[in-house]
């Protein structure tokens, strides 16, 4: 269950972040791409659980999420995730519900080519879960601190 340890992840994250300040965190934006196939209502739940007595103690969280992109290293044109969804149910029908791209995202490139030339010979960019915002209570008055 990756959803425990990416919840614990942002906690300890915002944590460090608000330490020495004099805040209370409101609502944290996670931004998840799309191709990280977690259980959101898991990783909800994860975070609740964990978030008791620290500065993210009334805090919400909110996960948006985004869509991948792919570069071809053959032909150098970019694709989005739409364009290859074929490829990827294809995946997902063979393996089933714990398809090798369910834990390791980065295997997309064996299992996927580019939709213009054929190549596996693609690179999956902007994977990472990032801290989008922030919502802080200080002094009694709300405010949103954007981290992108």
């Known amino acids: ?71 071809c290293k053959n032909c150098g044109k970019e694709f989005s995730l739409n364009e290859v969804k074929d490829q990827i149910d294809s995946v997902k029908s063979e393996f089933g519900e714990e398809y090798p791209m369910h834990f390791m995202p980065a295997l997309a490139p064996s299992f996927i080519k ?3 030339c054929g190549s596996h010979d ?10 989008d915002e922030i919502q802080v209570e200080e002094n009694g008055t709300v405010k949103t601190v954007s981290q992108g």
């Open 122 to 131: 693609i690179i999956l960019e902007s994977q990472d879960m990032t801290i």
């Open 1 to 71: 269950m990756h959803e425990w340890s990416v919840a614990d992840a942002v906690i300890r994250t915002v944590i460090d972040w608000a330490d020495g300040k004099k805040i209370k965190v409101k609502k944290v934006v996670l931004g998840v791409p799309s191709f990280s196939f977690l259980d959101v209502e898991i990783l909800k739940e994860a975070f609740d659980m964990m978030k008791k007595d620290s500065v993210l103690d009334e805090a919400e969280l909110e996960v948006k999420f985004k869509d991948p992109k792919f570069k």
């Open 114 to 116: 580019c939709p213009y």
